[in-house]
């Protein structure tokens, strides 16, 4: 089936631990995305990457870091865990990187540090 | 900078009964505008989405939404709710990001039950 992939599907993680959640698209999509989903807050862009082999920071980008080696995956890196990055992650897609075009949403990941 | 408001955190009609969910935006230029619905568990699904042309817009599941520029709003609604419309639903305006390419700003959401 096509679509986005995410993994782990949720994970407890100690603080000051290196964690990488995992994202994979197999819809050939130009841009991908990673969001944070709190409480009240709605979602929350953290990094992006409009192409293969390049990245950009969104609004909420400290303590994070990306990678985008080509075109499928998108790995979101935590390097030293706080229990503020405690929230539900969600990878996205879309075929441009234009504003009309819809985001394909992952199932998300659920992340707690403590 | 661009914004959406969600006035409503939660909503609760019963089944068969109409729906609106209220959605404001700020954003400079023409808006792109999207309606999402996220079930317990799941991650967002698209129901609906506003470029440009008619101002109301028909979604999936019997949902529609209308674009009003002079009051910076984009309402989404259903004539008649039904027990599996009970979800959480989020507007979102797509901005263009500084280094190119573009972004959602989603509202806060609004949690749907439906009584039976």
């Known amino acids: 089936i096509a679509g986005i992939t995410q993994a782990p599907t949720s994970q407890i993680l100690a603080a000051g631990r290196r964690m990488t959640l995992r994202c994979t698209q197999d819809m050939r999509h130009n841009a991908m995305y990673w969001y944070r989903q709190d409480l009240g807050l709605g979602l929350r862009l953290i990094h992006y990457s409009n192409t293969a082999g390049t990245t950009g920071k969104g609004e909420v980008p400290d303590g994070y870091s990306v990678s985008r080696a080509n075109t499928d995956d998108f790995p979101l890196t935590l390097a030293s865990a706080v229990p503020s990055q405690t929230s539900v992650y969600f990878c996205a897609s879309s075929e441009k990187e234009t504003g009309g075009n819809e985001q394909f949403f992952g199932p998300g990941t659920r992340l707690t540090v403590l | 900078a661009q914004s959406v408001t969600q006035p409503d955190i939660h909503i609760t009609v019963s089944e068969g009964a109409s729906l609106e969910l209220r959605c404001n935006y700020s954003y400079g230029a023409t808006p792109y505008l999207f309606w999402y619905v996220q079930s317990p568990g799941q991650g967002l699904q698209l129901l609906l989405k506003y470029f440009s042309g008619d101002t109301l817009v028909q979604g999936i599941k019997g949902f529609e939404a209308e674009f009003k520029r002079s009051q910076s709003s984009f309402n989404l609604m259903k004539p008649s709710v039904h027990w599996s419309d009970a979800a959480e639903y989020f507007c979102?305006?797509?901005?263009?990001?500084?280094?190119?390419?573009?972004?959602?700003?989603f509202g806060t959401g609004t949690q749907l039950k439906v009584e039976l």
């Open positions: 979102a305006v797509a901005s263009i990001l500084t280094g190119g390419g573009n972004k959602l700003t």
